[in-house]
């Protein structure tokens, strides 16, 4: 058989099966319940148990023969240092696990979680969806924690969502990055997202700040890494004119998509205000030509009043006076008349 030491056990069992040598020999390979690889020949016997010591960065097992599962206690045989995402974990000969794990968790690696299962099984875990870079530092310090070069791939462990603008985007179970960041940027909400090169999430929008929100399962912010945006957290604002775009990437494309949009609503947005004022504009003079029509009617009726009539209304009502003022003084005469005759 060729080197499995990256390859899985179950991988390891179905290589074994199908050696046409060892089938001849009577060999047959399984992977039981406790992630062992047993071994058996023609009579039943065991011949070989490999269990479980370590997950390498593909999630791959690496298994030992006839070791048992390791355990906080185990001991390091040598010393070694590892690259974790651009951070250095070191331990000398004698140290145990636990002194490699409680590297884990705190200070620059405080989002990388590190444990061991039941079966001797290390794990890491980006506490905010990141992909986990590991490299040696010394040569083969990866070797003795069951570990492989190379980088994880997160994907959403279940169903969830989050809210863009009051628009819920709904990520599937399994989603990668790319299936994340494909999803965000194929729903209309103005927002876009592009992967960033530590294997964060990015979210921009071209010509406004954005909103995030968790979706309807509650889970999304925190799948996402973005446990510290509030529902009415403002978004990260890229300010971009189109003489500067940039398509030779996705994420310039994305960019260059929003900003056009960006400009066609601002088009928009100062087209409804010109309306607005030139309606208002209109209404204004309107009113102005009612008031002056009105003014122009009234002048007109004081300009064409006919002089002669209302002369001889005049002079109808002049003679009237007269007529009651000396009728009103025959009437203050006819007292003293009467005095007189009686004297």
Do not use: C
């Not at 070989?48 to 048992?68: F, H, M, S, Y």
């Not at 200070?107 to 299962?117: C, D, I, M, S, W």
């Not at 960006?262 to 309107?286: C, W, Y």
């Not at 002369?311 to 002049?318: R, T």
Request: glycine residues 10%; hydrophobic residues 40%; negative net charge.
């Amino acid at each position: 058989l060729d080197d499995t030491s990256g390859a899985s056990l179950n991988a390891v069992a179905t290589a074994i099966n199908n050696d046409t040598a060892l089938q001849a020999a009577g060999y047959a390979a399984t992977v039981n319940g406790d992630d062992a690889l047993v071994i058996t020949n023609s009579n039943g016997d065991v011949t070989a148990d490999l269990r479980v010591i370590g997950l390498n960065a593909a999630g791959e097992a690496i298994p030992a023969a006839n070791a048992a599962p390791a355990t906080e206690a185990t001991m390091l045989t040598d010393s070694g240092s590892i690259d974790v995402n651009g951070e250095t974990v070191s331990w000398t000969a004698g140290q145990t696990m636990q002194d490699v794990l409680d590297q884990f968790g705190t200070g620059e690696l405080a989002n990388v979680k590190a444990e061991l299962g039941e079966n001797g099984r290390l794990t890491l875990t980006s506490e905010k969806g990141e992909s986990v870079k590991l490299a040696d530092v010394s040569g083969g310090s990866l070797q003795q924690l069951g570990l492989s070069s190379g980088e994880t791939k997160a994907v959403l462990k279940e169903n969830t969502s989050i809210n863009l603008n009051g628009t819920e985007v709904r990520l599937a179970k399994g989603s990668d990055m790319d299936a994340i960041v494909t999803a965000i940027n194929t729903a209309s909400t103005g927002v876009s997202a592009s992967a960033n090169e530590d294997g964060t999430l990015k979210l921009f929008s071209g010509n406004e700040s954005f909103t995030v929100a968790d979706g309807s399962e509650g889970t999304g912010l925190a799948a996402l890494g973005l446990t510290d945006v509030a529902s009415e957290h403002k978004g990260v604002v890229v300010e971009s004119s189109i003489s500067n775009l940039d398509i030779t990437s996705a994420e310039g494309a994305q960019q260059a998509i929003s900003v056009l949009d960006g400009a066609m609503q601002q088009i928009d947005s100062e087209r409804a205000k010109l309306g607005a004022v030139q309606n208002r504009f209109e209404s204004t003079i309107s009113n102005l030509q009612n008031i002056a029509e009105n003014a122009s009617n009234a002048r007109s009726r004081i300009l064409d009043t006919d002089y002669a009539a209302e002369s001889a209304n005049l002079a109808k009502n002049q003679i009237m006076q007269q007529a009651g003022t000396a009728m009103l003084a025959q009437a203050n005469q006819l007292p003293q008349a009467v005095l007189s005759l009686l004297g």
